[in-house]
């Protein structure tokens, strides 16, 4: 049954030594660290609104777009959709219709998701709760790229395990430098200020600008690893302040210890560039 999944969702013959695809493994990374609710799911004045999980919501609105996180639950849109469609959607960014999902849904740091984990996810969306909410459409005003990247047929992850190499794996699908990084033009620089911070978030909150979380000391150099868990997890500051949203830190609160360590030492390896695609 799994590799019927995994091979009728990514058209793969199966190459040995692969992990398989879960509706577990992508509830957690869905709930957890990939946290596709802080964008899809609609948000009330105490936070996400219970039962209306992956429903879509009204994300990010400036002189360049108006972005609404569509429904992803089974009564949206994709519920017409293949899991190859639906697949190709999340890690490339490109709709069946050949449209092209706009920012901020975090595309390009989405196509490092591994085959084994985009089918999870797919496995797991199909799981959910089917919420029937029509959140709109976005409107861009800037144009959209053509694609992402080449097209994708196989994507792999590196070993899992409490190493620097995992932590970049799993750094990447959770996005945190699609907002930790510089923004040039309005858009975070990858490329030249992978981790340098300046991303300026606006909302009821007031606005938050995302840290530089670098390896030096103007950025995680000055914490220890507990601060770094607190901060990450329970979004509570060394001062024992409380951190301000759209730092996920209610989903990364879900991250198991060993993806936790992974990415602290990914952190202090001190990258200063997104991990190969593999
Ligand atoms: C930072 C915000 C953000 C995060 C995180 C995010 N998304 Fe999105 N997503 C969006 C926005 C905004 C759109 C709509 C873009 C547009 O209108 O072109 C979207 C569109 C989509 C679509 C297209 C649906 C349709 O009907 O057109 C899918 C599928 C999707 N997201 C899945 C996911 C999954 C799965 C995750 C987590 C693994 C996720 N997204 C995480 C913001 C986000
Ligand atoms: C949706 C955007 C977003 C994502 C994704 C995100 N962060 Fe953040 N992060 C923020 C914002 C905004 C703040 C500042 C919050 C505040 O000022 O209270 C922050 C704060 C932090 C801090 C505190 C740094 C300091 O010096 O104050 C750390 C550490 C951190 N993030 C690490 C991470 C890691 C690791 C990930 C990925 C697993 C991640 N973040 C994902 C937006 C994000």
Redesign the pocket.
């Known amino acids: 049954m799994k590799h019927v999944l995994k091979a009728a969702i990514l058209g793969l013959t199966a190459t040995g030594a692969m992990a398989d695809v879960s509706v577990e493994r992508g509830e957690y990374l869905v709930t957890g660290?990939m946290?596709c609710g802080?964008c899809h799911t609609p948000q009330g004045a105490d936070g996400p609104i219970p039962g209306a999980e992956l429903s879509g919501m009204l994300v990010d609105q400036n002189p360049g777009f108006t972005a609404i996180a569509s429904n992803i639950t089974p009564a949206g849109d994709i519920a017409d959709w293949s899991d190859d469609e639906l697949a190709k959607a999340i890690r490339e960014g490109i709709r069946p219709d050949g449209s092209v999902i706009g920012p901020p849904m975090?595309i390009g740091l989405y196509r490092h998701i591994s085959d084994d984990d985009l089918g999870s996810i797919v496995a797991y969306l199909r799981t959910v709760h089917a919420v029937e909410n029509d959140p709109g459409k976005s409107v861009y005003n800037i144009p959209l790229p053509p694609a992402y990247g080449p097209p994708l047929t196989s994507v792999s992850a590196p070993a899992e395990g409490e190493t620097a190499e995992w932590g970049g794996y799993?750094?990447s699908i959770?996005?945190?430098f699609?907002?930790?990084s510089t923004p040039v033009e309005g858009v975070p620089d990858l490329a030249g200020h992978y981790g340098q911070g300046g991303?300026e978030?606006a909302g009821p909150w007031g606005v938050?600008?995302?840290?530089?979380?670098t390896a030096g000391e103007d950025?995680?150099g000055?914490?220890s690893d507990a601060d770094?868990a607190a901060?990450?997890q329970h979004?509570i500051?060394p001062d024992g302040?409380?951190?301000?949203?759209?730092?996920?830190y209610p989903y990364?609160a879900k991250?198991t210890d060993q993806d936790l360590s992974a990415?602290?030492l990914y952190?202090r390896s001190g990258p200063t560039a997104p991990p190969a695609e593999m």
């Open positions: 660290p946290g802080n975090p799993v750094a959770s996005h945190c699609e907002c930790h991303l978030f938050s600008v995302a840290p530089d979380i950025g995680i000055k914490y770094l901060m990450i979004g500051r302040n409380r951190m301000l949203p759209p730092m996920p990364l991250m990415v602290i952190l």
